[in-house]
T-cell receptor, first 114, second 113 residues
Framework: DGGITQSPKYLFRKEGQNVTLSCEQNLNHDAMYWYRQDPGQGLRLIYYSQIVNDFQKGDIAEGYSVSREKKESFPLTVTSAQKNPTAFYLC?????????????FGDGTRLSIL | AQSVSQHNHHVILSEAASLELGCNYSYGGTVNLFWYVQYPGQHLQLLLKYFSGDPLVKGIKGFEAEFIKSKFSFNLRKPSVQWSDTAEYFCAVNGGATNKLIFGTGTLLAVQP
């Protein structure tokens, strides 16, 4: 079955550490997205990529970095510069260039600070 | 800039009650509108979408939504809710040439048996 796989499901980080969240999709989608979900704030866009080797900042990119070396993969690094990293992180993908196509979501990674 | 407002943050209903969740957006051009649902412990799933044609769209599990262009609204409705509808519901809009989806803050629905 096609889908989006996020790993790990739970992640713990010490202060000052960088951590990388994995997102892999086998839907052959060009566009991929990272969101952060906090209670009462909905989903906020961190970064997105519409094609391999290219990505754009979303609304809350500070303290995060991404790469898009392969179509299937869009890892997110939460750096030590992110002051409040505890959140639920969601990865999504969709068909590029057709705006009425919905985004498909992974199961998410819950990041906590120790 | 595009934005989405969901005015109901928490809704508590009894089974068989009717449901209407409000969603308003700000964007003057052509929009694509979506409702997503997140059941406890599960990933976000598409409930329904509107991009053109009949402004009353039907989705899964008996949900429907009506696009009212003059009111910039896309309210979600269900005539009779069930306990299994307990979830968080997100309205989202994608307008113009952008591929970005803007989400509302979500509405947490609790249905009491």
């Amino acid at each position: 079955d096609g889908g989006i796989t996020q790993s790990p499901k739970y992640l713990f980080r010490k202060e000052g550490q960088n951590v990388t969240l994995s997102c892999e999709q086998n839907l052959n989608h060009d566009a991929m997205y990272w969101y952060r979900q906090d209670p009462g704030q909905g989903l906020r866009l961190i970064y997105y990529s519409q094609i391999v080797n290219d990505f754009q900042k979303g609304d809350i990119a500070e303290g995060y970095s991404v790469s898009r070396e392969k179509k299937e993969s869009f890892p997110l690094t939460v750096t030590s510069a992110q002051k409040n990293p505890t959140a639920f992180y969601l990865c999504a993908s969709r068909v590029q260039g057709i705006s009425n196509q919905p985004q498909h979501f992974g199961d998410g990674t819950r990041l906590s600070i120790l | 800039a595009q934005s989405v407002s969901q005015h109901n943050h928490h809704v508590i209903l009894s089974e068989a009650a009717s449901l209407e969740l409000g969603c308003n957006y700000s964007y003057g051009g052509t929009v694509n509108l979506f409702w997503y649902v997140q059941y406890p412990g599960q990933h976000l799933q598409l409930l329904l979408k509107y991009f053109s044609g009949d402004p009353l769209v039907k989705g899964i599990k008996g949900f429907e939504a009506e696009f009212i262009k003059s009111k910039f609204s896309f309210n979600l409705r269900k005539p009779s809710v069930q306990w299994s509808d307990t979830a968080e519901y997100f309205c989202a809009v994608n307008g113009g040439a952008t591929n970005k989806l803007i989400f509302g803050t979500g509405t947490l629905l609790a249905v009491q048996p």
